[in-house]
């Protein structure tokens, strides 16, 4: 099943946003519930085009935008999702903001039903700093709350992810938003995390200078965070090549990427004992920064 974009406005203007401007500002006429629906019948008949990420995989259905919860008819849509896709596992892409409204929340985990996911990112333990990197004053108190009504309402088997998002803002952000996560949500069995170095395309190619950080001072602040990673037992980095980050941490990365957003630079990869388990490079950073941080690794 793919990954449906649901509405293409949103009520954040994050400074990493791989959504571009023309995406945002453009129509959403081809995105009401009319015409999500055509598109996903259209595909349960077979036409796997309609669909342009995930198409070929049958075994889940990704909500994302935009933000789809802003969608005028979301509840309704998900009813219909969760309709048409029976045992299926419809994950929520979110930024959480809407979920601060406990009857719209209660709203959407009764339509969603099981299996589901909800996944939210936070930028920072600081509102100022999660704010700025979001575009919108306000908005760290609306997703924590968001969240929070999450953990509060969510039955045991909808799962929940939160996401961070690795880039160059702030010092030492990602050790204080895992500080922040253990104290507000110590049942870390309850959730997984994953830190997501950025990927470079659309308002975060913009703003690349702004927000620049390699993969190797990426993973470098990713060790120096090992002590708190320690204690999520379902903490899992993402868009890390192994060889940039340290051994203990290896087990932790997931290739998350389709083949053709990724690459193994010959000269690197065609000699390294771990291409087959891993990500590679993507190939945005490899266009921009080349493959020098890549050692090849003998075990
Ligand atoms: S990253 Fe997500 S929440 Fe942020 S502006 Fe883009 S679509 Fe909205
Ligand atoms: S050299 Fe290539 S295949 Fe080996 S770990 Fe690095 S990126 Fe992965």
Redesign the pocket.
């Known amino acids: 099943m793919p990954a449906v974009s649901v509405w293409n406005k949103c009520n954040n203007r994050c400074i990493m946003c791989t959504n571009g401007k023309e995406y945002s500002n453009g129509s959403s006429e081809q995105y009401t519930l009319k015409k999500q629906i055509e598109k996903m019948e259209k595909y349960l008949r077979g036409d796997r085009a309609v669909f342009y990420k995930g198409a070929e995989d049958p075994g889940y259905i990704t909500l994302t935008g935009g933000e789809p919860t802003l969608h005028p008819d979301f509840l309704k849509l998900v009813c219909y999702y969760r309709r048409r896709c029976p045992g299926l596992e419809i994950t929520l892409l979110t930024n959480g903001r809407t979920l601060e409204d406990k009857v719209f929340m209660q709203k959407y985990l009764s339509a969603a039903g099981t299996p589901a996911r909800t996944i939210i990112p936070v930028h920072s333990s600081d509102p100022e700093e999660h704010d700025y990197v979001s575009g919108v004053k306000g908005s760290f108190v609306q997703t924590m709350r968001g969240l929070e009504n999450l953990f509060a309402f969510a039955p045991a088997d909808h799962k929940i992810g939160i996401r961070f998002i690795q880039h160059g803002t702030g010092k030492k952000r990602l050790e204080r938003t895992l500080s922040m996560l253990l104290r507000k949500f110590p049942d870390t069995a309850r959730y997984t995390v994953a830190i997501i170095h950025f990927e470079i395309e659309g308002c975060s190619l913009s703003n690349e200078k702004d927000i620049h950080i390699s993969l190797k001072d990426s993973a470098k602040e990713v060790l120096e965070a090992k002590p708190l990673i320690d204690h999520f037992p379902n903490l899992f980095l993402y868009h890390y ?4 980050l340290d051994e203990s941490l290896r087990c932790r990365a997931k290739i998350t990427l389709p083949e053709e957003e990724r690459v ?2 010959e000269e ?2 065609g000699i ?4 087959e388990d ?4 993507m190939i945005d950073y490899h266009r921009l920064f080349g493959d020098s941080e ?4 003998k075990k």
């Not at 090549?241 to 940039?244: A, E, G, Q």
């Open positions: 090549p192994l060889c940039v193994y630079p690197k990869c390294c004992c771990r291409r891993c990500l590679g490079l890549l050692e090849p690794l």
